[in-house]
């Protein structure tokens, strides 16, 4: 059986994912900014969770903890770097640790740059990758305290897992990064395309993620830095791909 992976919107424009295992009933939530939606998705389909990942400690990824806990209580995991400002760990994780939900294996991936200690999850059988606010639908989650350097170089793991991975990030901020993407490369063909399956979206109230890691890496200005249209944008050809990321971040944040 496919592990099936839900998409649950939460607060204003949050999301948490539930994937869950049908052979063994093994079900993961990863992020709870709020426990209501989650605790109804999983009483909706009669699962059991057993685990808890946190991407990273701030308060709209982990505030419905508790009250998540007090209803279905599960192994909680979180990165070890973090530990020391997420809510009590069960198992304290860092780059190339596994863990298992039921017959899959999903592999922690250090993507540090929105926050330090930021982690993601990839499972490689199911082709999905759990990034939050590291990798975003057509962006990238603000340098709150990592260096442009850090985040480039978590970026381009991401961008290296295979195009057909599916990204599921940890917010719906895709409408605004399409205007901002359009700023950047307003003639891009996929993006274009990929603009007007989004426009679709929003007028129906239908998520935009998750987005496969091929759709990003032709749109996502953020996994482009090293193209010649992306770098004459920024007026930056010359310069090493890293600083047209810095650039290019830059820029975003005064959008």
């Known amino acids: 059986m496919p592990l099936e992976i839900l998409t649950i919107p939460c607060l204003t424009d949050n999301y948490a994912y539930i994937a869950h295992d049908a052979d063994t009933g093994e079900t993961l939530v990863i992020d709870v900014p709020e426990a209501g939606p989650v605790m109804a998705a999983l009483t909706q389909r009669g699962w059991t969770l057993s685990h808890v990942l946190l991407t990273h400690h701030h308060a709209d990824h982990v505030d419905g903890l508790d009250p998540l806990l007090k209803v279905h209580p599960a192994k909680v995991i979180g990165a070890a770097a973090d530990a020391y400002r997420l809510p ?10 596994t863990i298992a939900i039921g017959g899959y294996r999903g592999e922690i991936m250090d993507v540090s ?3 330090l200690g930021h982690i993601a999850l990839h499972f490689p059988q199911a082709q999905a990758a759990f990034t939050a606010d590291s990798l975003m639908a057509l962006g990238c989650g603000r340098l709150f305290e990592g260096s442009p350097q850090v985040m480039f170089q978590s970026l381009a793991k991401l961008a290296a897992l295979p195009p057909q991975t599916w990204v599921y990030s940890g917010h719906e901020y895709t409408a605004n990064n399409l205007k901002f993407a359009f700023s950047i490369e307003p003639d891009n063909a996929r993006l274009i395309s990929r603009g007007e399956k989004i426009t679709a979206a929003g007028k129906i109230g239908l998520p935009t993620v998750p987005e496969l890691l091929s759709e990003e ?3 996502n200005p953020f996994l482009r ?8 944008a920024v007026g930056m050809e010359h310069a090493e791909d890293w600083q047209v990321f810095a650039k290019i971040r830059t820029l975003k944040d005064g959008f």
Do not use: F, I
């Open 113 to 115: 740059g929105h926050t």
């Open 225 to 232: 830095s090293h193209t010649a249209e992306v770098r004459k």
């Open 88 to 97: 009590a760990l069960d198992l304290a994780v860092s780059e190339g640790d």
């Open 217 to 219: 890496l032709a749109t």
